[in-house]
Nanobody
Framework: QVQLVESGGGLVQAGGSLRLSCAAS????????MGWFRQAPGKEREFVAA????????YYADSVKGRFAISRDNAKNSVYLQMNSLKPEDTAVYYC???????????????WGQGTQVTVSP
């Protein structure tokens, strides 16, 4: 079992940066794939980024490639999402996610945080 708590959301102007953090509980955090999803008003939740348990492989949605970077610190049971060059269309609630399966981390991970709001003003 993994419990996830996000932080770091807020209001930023277009072109700015934010760093989201996700603190995980559970002794086996290092064995999980970790990811970030987002959900904008009136839209379905969508995959943003994911990282392998050892940090060696990362995955990104095309819409954020080159602007966002996912990382993790297994010693701190934490995963991060550095968001640069933010655009108004990045406005959404961002959710941390976890899965023990690679085929699930980008679709139906199984474990979710409560979400943190990111708002990008024009």
């Amino acid at each position: 079992q993994v419990q996830l708590v996000e932080s770091g959301g807020g209001l930023v102007q277009a072109g700015g940066s934010l760093r989201l953090s996700c603190a995980a509980s559970g002794r086996t955090f290092s064995s999980y794939y970790m990811g970030w999803f987002r959900q904008a008003p009136g839209k379905e939740r969508e995959f943003v980024a994911a990282i392998k348990w050892n940090g060696g492989i990362t995955y990104y949605a095309d819409s954020v490639k080159g602007r966002f970077a996912i990382s993790r610190d297994n010693a701190k049971n934490s995963v991060y999402l550095q968001m640069n060059s933010l655009k108004p269309e990045d406005t959404a609630v961002y959710y941390c996610a976890a899965s023990q399966r690679l085929d699930r981390i980008r679709t139906t991970p199984g474990y979710w945080g409560q979400g943190t709001q990111v708002t990008v003003s024009p």
